[in-house]
């Protein structure tokens, strides 16, 4: 007998955002594209051209319930976007 697996869970893979049906984004010939959000990637063409502009965007949009300082939040965004398909890439 198999074990259980749980589904699978998508993220972009620029932003780390989950993924869903409703927020996979779409390839220029329409078809969805699993790696990123209709955000990040939309008509063949990223919404951020580089890591910094997304933290930028971070930065100022993120809620921040722990008051940290913003080069902590910063550093912590870095780190995690770092890990993430697109960054690596572009590395």
């Known amino acids: 007998m198999l074990g ?3 589904p699978r869970t ?3 893979q620029c932003c780390g955002m989950p993924l869903d049906d409703s927020t996979l984004s779409k390839g220029p010939d329409g078809a969805f594209n699993e790696d990123y959000c209709k955000w990040c990637y939309a008509d063949g063409r ?5 890591k910094a502009s997304l933290l930028d965007y971070l930065m100022a949009h993120m809620p921040n319930p722990d008051n940290a300082p913003a080069a902590v939040c910063r550093a912590q965004f870095d780190t995690y976007l770092s890990q993430l398909k697109h960054w690596k890439e572009e590395e």
């Not at 990223?46 to 580089?50: C, G, L, R, S, V």
């Open 10 to 12: 998508l993220v972009c």
């Open 46 to 50: 990223f919404a951020y051209p580089t």
């Open 4 to 6: 259980k697996r749980s």
